[in-house]
């Protein structure tokens, strides 16, 4: 069996340098509605069995840029790690500043976090004994920053997967197998 697993593609979205917390959840709200760049991805050549994708739309259009067949199933327990605002506050605070503190506070599972590690990981372990089941050829769009905790849960569920690193980037993939 052999799983792609790819990162969606490019999102036509431009972030600010500078938010308050109200803009910040706002831009991540926009940024989850926003569709992506046209540009044509490619994966495998493979009979896939299984198209599957998660439910926020830059999946599906990403689906729509590759070359293969077959009607995607969706689902949630591939969708992106949530983030929102670390603090509440009028101040205008860089960009990275949001992403580093809302990424630590998930990392820590703090409440004011839609989702902790805790949580993705679990989402992550039941899609990969999902996976197991089924036991078909499939394809799997999901999101970047998800992808690393889906691909250590796989590992731990016996598959072997590829080239795994730190960041992946838009129409990346990674083949698992079983």
Known sequence: MKIVIIRHGKVNYTWNKW?????????????????????????????YQSIIISGLSRTRDTVENLNVNGS????????????????????????????????LQWFFNSPRQAEGRRETRERARRFAMILRKENKDCLVVTHGFYMHTLLSEMKKAGFTVGKTHSGYRNGEYVVAEK
């Open 19 to 47: 938010y308050t917390s109200e803009e910040f959840d706002q831009a991540c709200s926009e940024y989850d509605d926003a569709p992506i760049m046209e540009k044509k991805y490619s994966v495998p050549d493979i009979e």
């Open 72 to 103: 995607c199933k969706r689902t949630e327990l591939i969708n992106e790690v949530p983030l929102r605002s670390s603090v509440d506050t009028k101040l205008r605070l860089p960009l990275w500043f949001w992403n580093i503190s809302g990424r």
